[in-house]
């Protein structure tokens, strides 16, 4: 069986309240994104069926 | 404006989407949305270029997270729910050119592991019954952007073909205590005329009860549910089996051939499902190079397909076609 590759998530959200998740895959940290726009901000997590 | 209203005839819920009559279609290159955002130039939806895959909600979404209220009050007749769910765009490269099966394999892998993530993720919202991924190829089947990506819908109900292979399913499990899929993959791997392609993990093959004259089935050798249940190796063969159908498609005419690829799956219902089996549908719209297959009065106001071909005459078309497996 192949090792499971190292998947890395980045994720903002949109000026209008989107979000959008960059997924990388590595042994690298996922790189720092730099927005276009200043308004991206950093998602809070979404709930979670219980 | 979006909401969900009871179809009581059909017993089947349909999406209205007003907002979307206003979205992106076929902008020039330079203005694609999906695109990174270059320096200086108009925002798109994409604000880096490295990365690997990119999921993000889509901007004319047939299901919000947080919906709006119905625009009509519901009745005893015409129930009306709130549009509850999540749409999403998988954008598959930064590549405004590129397409699945010219992608290296590594990448299409990538690709599966993140359709698995988003699986977890979405199916773990508690509005969220059925995860339902995607992709339209093509002007021929209504994209509206070329830039290669594919979407997923996280649907509040279970969609009403998946409901009626799921019941399907259930009376054969019930009926034989096996899983129906397990028993077509068998039966079809015996007799060998509609397999197009495979390998250790999947098979690729026209199904005996085709609806289109290339439809295409890629059935999980192992019984399993979800792609969540796929290890590693067999993530590793669904992409190399994906990889060798659409460059099929692709030699069969020597263009690059449109398509809808859906993924079937066990719901997220918090239901037990043991009787499904997942699997991967191609449906190219194509009957000869220069022919399209339209759903007309049979298949559109009878819900009854007919097919010009014989499945055996296409799964050897496409077996015959470059790449060939064993």
Redesign the interface.
Known sequence: MNETPVMHKERIVKDDGRYLIFYYFGDEPAPEVQPSTPAHQPASPDKEKA | VSELRWNPVLEEWVITATHRQDRTFFPPPEYCPLCP?KPGAF??????E????????N?FPSLR?EPPPPSVEGTDLYPVRPAAGVCEVVVYSSDHNGELATMPLGKI??LV??WA?RFQ?L????E?EYVFTFENKGKEIGVTLAHPHGQIYAYPYIPPVVERELRGCRNHYEAHGECLLCRILKDELADGRRIVAQNAGFVALVPFYARYPYEVHLFAREHRSAITDL???ER?CLAELLQVVITKYNNLWNRSLPYIMVTHQRP?D?GDYPHYHYHIEFYPPYRTPDKLKYLAGSEAGAGAFINDTHAEDKARELRDTEPRTS
Request: charged letters at 40%.
């Open positions: 955002t925002p798109t939806e994409i604000p880096a490295e990365y690997d895959i990119v999921v993000f909600e901007k997270r892998e990538k592991h993140v993530d993720e199916g773990s919202r508690p969220v290890d590693n190796e590793r997220t918090g």
